[in-house]
C-alpha cells in the first residue's frame, strides 16, 4: 500500500508558503514596476504619435505657405513687368511725342529760315532791278516810284512763287 511521508507533505506546503510569499514581495512589486515601465512606455509611444502628428501638421502648414510665397513672389513678378512695360511704353511715347516736337520746332524753323531768305533775295532782286532801271533811264526816280515799282515787283514774285508751288 501507499505510504504516507510527512516529508513530502512539508515539501508541498513549503512550496505553497515559499509560493505565496514570493507572490506578495517578489511577484507584484515586480509586476507593479512593469505596469509602470508598460505605461511609461504607451506614454512615449502616444508622445512620439502625437509628435509626429505636429509635425506632419506643421509640414503642411509651411508647404502651404511656401506655395502662397511663391504665388505671390510670382504676382510681384508679373505686376513688376507690367509696369515696366507700362513705363517703357510712357516712355517711348514721350519720346515720339518730343520727337514730333522737335521736327516741328525744326520745320519751322526751316520755314522761316527759307521765307527769310527767299525775302531777302526778292529785296536783293529789286535793288538790283532798281539799279538796272536807273542806268536805263540815266536818271534816279524818285522814292514814291521806287517804292511803287518795288512793290510790283515783289507782287509779280509772289504770284509766281504761289503758281509754282501749287
Do not use: H
Amino acid at each position: 500500500m501507499l505510504k504516507f511521508n510527512w516529508n513530502f507533505l512539508f515539501m508541498l506546503m513549503n512550496l505553497v508558503i515559499f509560493y505565496l510569499l514570493m507572490r506578495r514581495f517578489l511577484f507584484k512589486p515586480i509586476m507593479k514596476v512593469m505596469d509602470k515601465r508598460k505605461e511609461m512606455i504607451d506614454n512615449q509611444f502616444s508622445d512620439a504619435e502625437e509628435a509626429n502628428n505636429q509635425a506632419l501638421k506643421l509640414k503642411e502648414e509651411y508647404e502651404e505657405k511656401i506655395e502662397n510665397i511663391n504665388a505671390e513672389s510670382e504676382q510681384l513678378i508679373s505686376e513688376a513687368k507690367q509696369s515696366a512695360r507700362a513705363e517703357y511704353e510712357k516712355i517711348i511715347d514721350r519720346a515720339e511725342a518730343d520727337a514730333e516736337s522737335i521736327k516741328a520746332v525744326a520745320k519751322k524753323q526751316s520755314d522761316e529760315a527759307c521765307e527769310s531768305q527767299l525775302r531777302k533775295a526778292k529785296e536783293d532782286i529789286a535793288n538790283l532791278a532798281m539799279e538796272a532801271a536807273e542806268k536805263v533811264l540815266g536818271k534816279s526816280v524818285s522814292a514814291e516810284t521806287d517804292s511803287d515799282i518795288f512793290n510790283e515787283f515783289l507782287n509779280e514774285g509772289s504770284e509766281e512763287n504761289e503758281s509754282q508751288n501749287r
